[in-house]
């Protein structure tokens, strides 16, 4: 559906009513074509302490062709990038800020003590005027359940309030995150580098991702255009919407899509699979033989590497007005019918070792949300699903994770009454609702056979909606 709010406050006349009224002026976001680098413009880097990760993002960095520059606080990055062939120099001159920059990358992971974020106000001090619209921000840190001392601890857990702070501060469509690196898996970090500099994370904000050691084997992609390539991968509720976007990204990735749907949607299943180069199945997942009707059908295929469970129903109504069949019907479909499928898949082999499980959560499994305390239980479920049976899949080499979607321009929320609607798209950093693509891309990355590093996280894509932060 079209944000005629966002077209208007774009143009002259709305630019300047917006402006005089205080209201929001959403801009349009970048989002990812086919062929286009993954940072158009500079990356501005800093660091605090004794930085442990600037070796692994010298080899990233060269890896995407990308330009960097050094804050004044980091003169080593000038050697190590220098060693690595990359382009780079320092930015600013007798403490004026430097060029305008697409991204900022601050490595966090020397930081031991509270004593030493000195280092962080300075260098976001410095650079916070001079990110490109649609920007990115990227704070590397260490997961804080795994730091040596309770200070090192403190001072990593920190990092959490500043990134949801600078997400809300910097505007301009500018994203935040804030990256976990666990010690030992400094060489899992690409694959997450080159989804959140990128324009495919237009509309994820704020949020905090973990990533250890691989799970199982990995091998980065022969072609980073097509990491898929050669990969089967199902995608369920396929017929429309955010399952038809999925499929379409999962092609352009150069996977064998199987798209899925129940019978009733045949025709648009059909109209998908055709426009992709696919296969259709048509099938009710949550019947109670439709795990093994899968099963079979990965077996008769070869064996399928990417099971995505985006498939899910509603039926709202407040829980003192809701039929026992609508709570059965949404939680069994929604929740239980992933885990039948799950456990199926991979105790079968039917899912190849190496394989990925990406879920389709929802911030009203995070928020809550009034009428919806099926779809809530429902959708919170899968995020519990997917950080309870992550280390139990990764002794099979497969990782589980899962994204949570807020607004999406879709149908079901071209429905949704104007007021409430609007809320949706404007309660939000961005400004605006996302669209199916948006989540289509985050998919992608946890599709991607070189995020082995990535299992158990549940990332929201959601503009850093302000329901549920």
């Not at 974020?117 to 410095?126: E, K, N, Q």
């Not at 040596?148 to 857990?157: D, E, V």
């Not at 899992?188 to 994370?201: A, K, N, V």
């Not at 239980?377 to 699903?385: D, F, I, P, R, W």
């Amino acid at each position: 559906m079209t944000d005629s709010y966002l077209n208007f406050a774009n143009s002259p006349l709305g630019a300047k009513l917006a402006d005089s009224l205080g209201l929001p002026k959403p801009l349009p976001l970048e989002r990812y074509k086919a062929g286009q680098p993954v940072v158009k413009g500079s990356v501005l880097l800093g660091g605090g302490g004794e930085p442990q990760l600037l070796e692994s993002l010298a080899t990233v960095f060269k890896a995407l062709g990308a330009q960097t520059v050094a804050h004044a606080q980091l003169p080593q990055w000038m050697p190590i990038a220098n060693k690595a062939g990359l382009m780079t120099g320092r930015w600013g001159v007798d403490g004026k800020p430097g060029e305008k920059v697409k991204a900022l990358v601050f490595d966090a992971t020397g930081l031991t003590d509270s004593t030493q974020s000195d280092a962080l106000y300075t260098f976001f001090h410095d650079a916070a005027r001079s990110v490109l619209p649609c920007g990115r921000v990227v704070i590397l840190g260490r997961p804080p359940e795994l730091c040596q001392s309770p200070r090192q601890a403190t001072i990593q857990r920190a990092l959490e309030g500043l990134s949801r702070s600078l997400a809300k501060e910097l505007k301009k469509a500018i994203a935040v995150q804030l990256v976990y690196v666990a010690e030992g898996a400094e060489d899992q970090i690409e694959s997450t580098l080159r989804f959140l500099l990128s324009p495919r994370s237009a509309y994820v904000s704020a949020q905090v991702i973990r990533i250890g050691q691989a799970v199982g084997t990995q091998a980065a992609p022969a072609d980073w255009a097509k990491p898929l390539a050669g990969k089967k991968v199902l995608v369920t509720g396929a017929s429309r919407g955010i399952g038809a976007s999925i499929a379409e990204v999962m092609a352009r990735e150069g996977a064998q899509v199987i798209c899925l749907d129940v019978p009733q949607a045949q025709a648009g299943l059909d109209e998908v699979a055709a426009k992709i180069g696919g296969t259709a199945i048509a099938l009710d997942i949550g019947a109670l033989d439709a795990p093994q009707k899968l099963v079979d059908a990965a077996k008769a295929d070869g064996g399928w590497d990417v099971v995505v469970h985006n498939a899910g129903i509603t039926r709202d109504k407040t829980i003192a007005n809701m039929k026992e069949h609508f709570w059965q019907m949404v939680v069994n479909v929604n929740l239980s019918t992933q885990e039948r499928i799950n456990d199926a898949l991979v105790e079968s082999g039917a899912l190849k070792a190496g394989g990925r499980i990406v879920c389709v959560s929802s911030i009203s499994g995070i928020a809550g949300n009034l009428g919806q305390t099926n779809y809530a239980l429902s959708k919170a479920g899968v995020a519990g699903m997917v950080q309870s049976t992550a280390p139990i899949f990764a002794k099979s080499g497969i990782t589980i994770n899962a994204v949570a979607p807020g607004f999406i321009e879709t149908q079901m929320t071209a429905a949704v009454p104007f007021a409430i609607r609007e809320a949706g798209r404007r309660m939000n950093s961005m400004s605006q609702g996302g669209l199916p693509q948006d989540v289509a891309e985050a998919i992608g990355w946890f599709a991607s056979p070189a995020s082995s590093g990535l299992t158990g996280n549940v990332v929201r894509v959601c503009g850093q909606s302000l329901i549920g932060a």
